[in-house]
């Protein structure tokens, strides 16, 4: 059974397969590209616009409870990198 989870950006509910989790590591937010790392994941669609999207609605900060302190420098780094489409889109 395929399992879904909203993305941050469009709030839409999709198969992890098309989603990046991340998760909150003391006040940073990590990429877990290959969705094994502990604690709360959060997760957003692999493209850019839903990337932006995220980040501009803090919603990570809403997302791990944490306040607008949160360090997203990864996930805004991802979203200038021209890699970001080919990041492995299937795991
Ligand atoms: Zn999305």
Redesign the pocket.
């Known amino acids: 059974m395929e399992v879904s989870r909203r ?6 509910s ?1 198969s992890t397969e098309k ?1 990046l989790r991340c998760v909150a590591q003391d006040n940073r937010v990590v990429v877990d590209e290959k969705g094994r790392l502990p604690g709360r994941g959060a997760w ?2 692999r ?1 850019l ?2 990337l932006s ?2 980040l501009r609605r803090r919603a990570w900060s809403r997302a791990f409870r944490k306040g607008p302190s949160l360090d997203c420098s990864e996930l805004e780094n991802l979203s200038r990198s021209p890699d970001l489409a080919k990041t492995r889109l299937n795991g």
């Open positions: 993305c941050l950006g469009c709030q839409e999709d989603l957003v669609h493209n616009e839903c999207q995220s």
